[in-house]
């Protein structure tokens, strides 16, 4: 059941970690992970009602939210995470990736993009409910070493040898590494509040 962590503050949650409802199996067909040229970036516009919103202060909080996304849109997107991961800003200033899809699947987030791309929703509501600058701005690194850890390695030593999705980020828009959901929808998707930090995020190696 691993749970591990890329470098200090940025930690993965696999689907056996966070708790996975078994009646709810990974959907999404196979995708090799030499056909991932983009990154998607959403929100799941779900927030943390209980203390500081888009804040995750209790791993149990995160856990039933992953859960809870299983199955909040099974009518129109079946009973999965629509994602690839989701992203939880966490007490203290770390990042906790949770696997959905993974890095494997097809999701069901972006029309047009579902194979090609993966896609890290944040957990939270990034247009309407105010945040801090600082605590969205000091946790980009974090994605970037996520992002970087996708494409350069995919393995760790708690998780297993696997193959890196070396063509990630060899399709970027124009003026920064990583699409906004309505760069393709007219959404508001992302959310403003994050959008602007996405804007120095890259494909860093964390072994770099
Ligand atoms: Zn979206």
Redo the contacts with the bound molecule.
Sequence with gaps: MPKFEIVPGLRVVTRDAWGANGNYPRLGAKVARSRRTHVFI??TVMVDTDDTPNIWDRDADIFKMMRRLQTVRAEDLGADVPYNFVAFLTKGGGLTICEGRGEDRAGA??KGHNTAAVAV?FAGDFHDVDIENIEVARRMPLLSFFLGWLKYSASHEDYGDFTPLKRLGTLQPEGRRVFF?RDVKN?D??GAKLEQHLKQVDFIDPEG
Excluded: A, D, Q
Aim: aromatic letters at 0%; one cysteine or more; proline letters at 11%.
């Design positions: 959403h929100h987030h972006t929703s959901h959404t998707c992302p």
